[in-house]
Nanobody, 115 residues
Framework: QVQLVESGGGLVQAGGSLRLSCAASGSMFRFADMGWYRQAPGKQRELVSTITNGDSTNYADSVKGRFTISRDNAKNTVYLQMNSLKSEDTAVYYC?????????WGQGTQVTVSS
């Protein structure tokens, strides 16, 4: 099972930007479909964005045009560039890796957007 470590979270003012990173262990990263999810207090975990092993991307409607997902297979890393942040983006952000039916999760990184 792949190990995932997120970083890059923090406190930012509304309208600001952050870039999250998720570093994966092992040599199978390039075969994985990767994703970012988030969970706000009192809410269910929700999909933010995904990128397949063929670089096809998908975004939640709430982040389209503001967030960009990308991956660097040479570095075993997936990124989430978050621009024009809003208070409603405040959540713990989790990285996810899928190999077929097998999924792995990171420990999460807190993103707090102050208004």
């Amino acid at each position: 099972q792949v190990q995932l470590v997120e970083s890059g979270g923090g406190l930012v003012q509304a309208g600001g930007s952050l870039r999250l990173s998720c570093a994966a262990s092992g040599s199978m990263f390039r075969f994985a479909d990767m994703g970012w999810y988030r969970q706000a207090p009192g809410k269910q975990r929700e999909l933010v964005s995904t990128i397949t092993n063929g670089d096809s991307t998908n975004y939640a409607d709430s982040v389209k045009g503001r967030f960009t997902i990308s991956r660097d297979n040479a570095k075993n890393t997936v990124y989430l560039q978050m621009n024009s942040l809003k208070s409603e983006d405040t959540a713990v952000y989790y990285c996810n890796a899928k190999f077929g039916v097998i999924a792995s999760w990171g420990q999460g990184t807190q993103v707090t957007v102050s208004s």
